[in-house]
C-alpha cells in the first residue's frame, strides 16, 4: 500500500515563528502536493512538485515555500506563521500527474 | 480559477437506503474526475474515477455518473452503511491542467 507519512499530527506555534511540515511517501512517486483545508472552502492547493528540486505554485501559494532535495519528501514552510494560517495541511502524492492522489493523514496547525 | 461546487453541504441517510451525491463544475475543458472520501481525523482516499469519455462507471456499492451536457457528476452509493459516514469531495482535472480542484464537499451522515 502507498503510505503518504506527515511528520506531525498537531502542532502549536506562535506568529512570526517559521513552521516546517514534512512529507515523505515510499511508493517512488513522482508528483507530489501540498493543500490545506478549511471548513467550507474545501482542500485548496498551496504548491506542487513533478520533480526533484522543481515546484509550482498552486492556488494560495502567498506565505508559503516548499522544499523537494530528494523524490520521496516534499516539505511546506511557513516563513513567518500568521493566525490566518492556522489550518489542516494535507499533503499527497501520485505516480500520474494529477491523477490518483494518495494523501497523508494531515497535520493541524495552530498559530497563536 | 474555474470552480467545483456541491449543491448539498450536508446529507441524512438511513442505513439501507441509497445515497446520492452531487457535484457541479463549471470548467468545460475537464477532462478527469475524482471522487475522494474523508472520515473524520483522516486524509481524503479515493473512491472512484471518471473520464470525460464516459457517463458512468461502477464500483463495488458505488457508481458515478457524468453529465457533461450541464456539467453535473454524481456520486451513488447503494445500502448505505453506517462506515459511510464521511465527508464526499469531488475533485476535476482540466485537460490543461495539473492539479486537482477540489469542491467543498458534502457531508453524509447515516443513521440507524
Known amino acids: 500500500d502507498v503510505k503518504v507519512t506527515q511528520s506531525s499530527r498537531y502542532l502549536v506555534k506562535r506568529t512570526g515563528e517559521k513552521v516546517f511540515l514534512e512529507c515523505v511517501q515510499d511508493m517512488d512517486h513522482e508528483n507530489m502536493f501540498w493543500y490545506r483545508q478549511d471548513p467550507g472552502l474545501g482542500l485548496r492547493l498551496i504548491y506542487f512538485?513533478?520533480?526533484?528540486?522543481?515546484?509550482e505554485k498552486g492556488d494560495i501559494p502567498e506565505g508559503y515555500s516548499v522544499s523537494r532535495e530528494k523524490k520521496e519528501r516534499f516539505s511546506l514552510i511557513l516563513e513567518s506563521a500568521s493566525t490566518n494560517q492556522t489550518s489542516m495541511y494535507l499533503c499527497a502524492s501520485s505516480f500520474f500527474g494529477a491523477g490518483e492522489l494518495f494523501f497523508g493523514e494531515g497535520s493541524r496547525l495552530t498559530v497563536l | 480559477g474555474e470552480s467545483v461546487g456541491l449543491h448539498l453541504p450536508t446529507l441524512s441517510v438511513q442505513e439501507g437506503d441509497n445515497s446520492i451525491i452531487n457535484c457541479a463544475y463549471s470548467n468545460s475543458a475537464s477532462d478527469y474526475f475524482i471522487w475522494y472520501k474523508q472520515e473524520s481525523g483522516k486524509g481524503p482516499q479515493f473512491i472512484i474515477d471518471?473520464?470525460?469519455?464516459?457517463d458512468k462507471r461502477q464500483g463495488q456499492r458505488v457508481t458515478v455518473l457524468l453529465n457533461k451536457t450541464v456539467k453535473h457528476l454524481s456520486l451513488q452509493i447503494a445500502a448505505t452503511q453506517p462506515g459511510d459516514s464521511a465527508v464526499y469531495f469531488c475533485?476535476?482535472?482540466?485537460?490543461?491542467?495539473?492539479?486537482?480542484?477540489f469542491g467543498k464537499g458534502t457531508s453524509l451522515l447515516v443513521t440507524p
Open positions: 512538485s513533478y520533480d526533484v528540486k522543481m515546484k
Open positions: 471518471i473520464r470525460s469519455n464516459m
Open positions: 475533485a476535476e482535472i482540466p485537460n490543461s491542467g495539473y492539479a486537482l480542484n
